[in-house]
């Protein structure tokens, strides 16, 4: 069964994006895939919704040091784009059953289904 994260674990995950968002080169749909993988290793049962929390919580922290006019090739944005299309995914893998999804039923929806966060 699903669970949801403590709060200290999705600050550290929050750390963890926006390392990989800061690094030369490094893009908010890679932050996603990398942030999904490392969940599914840490904390498997973690709700598949989580990822989406972590990176609402990201974005609104870069709109609030970089400015609340958030402009559509920033950070910021991406991570809200990003967040958007992962509720989708999620969305997409509960919609069939009343089934909370973790983060590994996640990554499995993307390597059988839906690879836009893995290519």
Not at 28 to 38: G, I, M, W
Not at 67 to 95: C, F, H, N, Y
């Amino acid at each position: 069964m699903a669970h949801a994260l403590h709060p200290s674990d999705i600050d550290a995950l929050g750390e963890f994006v926006l390392q990989r968002l800061l690094t030369e080169g490094g893009t908010a749909r890679e932050a996603v895939r990398a942030l999904v993988e490392h969940m599914s290793q840490l904390f498997p049962q973690a709700q598949a919704l989580s990822p989406v929390l972590v990176l609402a919580i990201v974005a609104n922290g870069l709109e609030e040091i970089l400015g609340k006019s958030v402009q559509p090739e920033t950070p910021a944005a991406d991570l809200w784009r990003m967040a958007t299309l992962l509720a989708i995914d999620v969305m997409t893998l509960e919609r069939d059953d009343a089934v909370r999804r973790n983060v590994v039923d996640l990554l499995e929806h993307w390597r059988a289904r839906d690879p836009f966060f893995l290519s």
